[in-house]
């Protein structure tokens, strides 16, 4: 996930956000220009709503509101179900920017993390940049910079996230090094497809 996109969520979900609000009528429009590339369904339990952030293919961002006349943006967004992915994030997330953690790593499922990260071809089909998994007793572990893919595996869990949350170290200097930073466990934030 994009610096960027993390703003804007952030901006919005504290009403600071100038982005777009749009109705179905305008992402009907971009879907036919062939123009949405990724959808965000924001779960904001705290208030039981939700709310969708579509970014266009010209880097531009659009909300549709969690009401949007009499409708739930929930209700207007089916016919999209079958057409996209939705990456489904909760407003816990958005805190987690809040309190200036970043880079946001991803704790996912064992079968999404097959589903993210095709091992033959080392590409990252994921939103995100930094995800782990535990499979087969060891944590496997992805990061994403400057579009390079890298993988690891860690037999420890602050291991692959001090690795998915530093660009610079690598594993060796992990394992060399014991002393670990305080706030691992509050850089990870559980995925749930």
């Given amino acids: 996930m994009e610096k960027r996109e993390y703003e804007i969520l952030w901006n919005y979900?504290?009403?600071?956000?100038?982005v777009t609000k749009v109705g179905i009528e305008?992402?009907?429009?971009?879907d036919k220009k062939k123009l949405i590339k990724r959808i965000y369904e924001i779960i904001d339990n705290d208030y039981n709503e939700v709310w969708y952030l579509i970014r266009d293919k010209k880097e531009k961002s659009h909300i549709l509101k969690s009401k949007y006349g009499n409708y739930y943006a929930n209700e207007l967004m089916k016919e999209f179900n079958e057409k996209y992915t939705f990456f489904k994030i909760t407003t816990d997330l958005i805190k987690m920017f809040d309190k200036n953690i970043y880079p946001i790593v991803f704790k996912v499922?064992?079968?999404?993390?097959?589903?993210?990260?095709n091992n033959?071809?080392?590409?990252?089909?994921?939103?995100?940049?930094?995800?782990?998994?535990?499979?087969d007793n060891t944590y496997k572990s992805v990061r994403e910079y400057r579009n390079k893919v890298e993988t690891e595996t860690f037999d420890k869990e602050e291991d692959a996230v001090y690795w998915c949350s530093n660009i610079e170290l690598t594993k060796q200097q992990i394992l060399s090094n014991n002393i670990r930073p305080f706030d691992l466990k509050e850089k990870?934030?559980?995925?749930?497809?």
Wanted: net charge negative.
């Fill in 120 to 135: 033959e071809k080392n590409i990252n089909n994921a939103f995100f940049n930094n995800y782990y998994s535990y499979i």
């Fill in 13 to 18: 979900y504290y009403g600071l956000g100038k």
């Fill in 109 to 117: 499922k064992e079968e999404d993390f097959k589903n993210f990260y």
């Fill in 26 to 30: 305008d992402i009907r429009t971009l």
């Fill in 188 to 193: 990870v934030y559980n995925y749930d497809s």
